[in-house]
């Protein structure tokens, strides 16, 4: 019984879908994703709620809420040519929308996965 179990437990397992953004995407943390904007490699895309990003934000990012209607949309009228950092508030939605952004075909994708929150309790600079 427990060798039928995880014999379908491996087929349930390796009948789902592979993580769309493993290979492209980049966890990287604030110290890393800082020396990325200072360099203006990236576009930086915040993907926290109007409110949120309206309390404070990376300086040049642009906001579309990944919560938001039309999300994928919006993000492709973005240029797709550049590489984009990507980030929340605590690292949630910017890693859902990981698949979104590979998809839609960016050359690199950097997730700052420890989030805006993080990004703020490192004295990072914040535009209000």
């Known amino acids: 019984m427990k060798k039928l179990i995880s014999l379908l437990s491996v087929l349930a397992l390796s009948s789902l879908p592979p993580l ?3 290979d492209k995407a980049k966890d ?10 200072k360099e203006g490699r990236v576009l930086v895309l915040d993907v926290r709620t109007p409110d949120e990003f309206k309390a404070g934000h990376i300086q040049g990012a642009v906001n579309i809420d990944f919560n938001g209607k039309d999300f994928a949309a919006k993000v492709k009228a973005l240029d797709t040519s550049k590489p984009v950092l990507v980030h929340c508030q605590g690292g949630g939605r910017s890693g859902r929308s990981l698949p979104v952004l ?23 600079p914040v535009k209000k």
């Open 102 to 124: 590979e998809q839609l075909g960016f050359p690199a994708i950097y997730h700052m996965n420890e989030g805006f929150g993080e990004w703020e309790a490192a004295g990072k």
């Open 28 to 37: 990287v943390p604030v110290s890393e994703a800082e020396k990325l904007v």
């Open 20 to 22: 769309a953004a493993a």
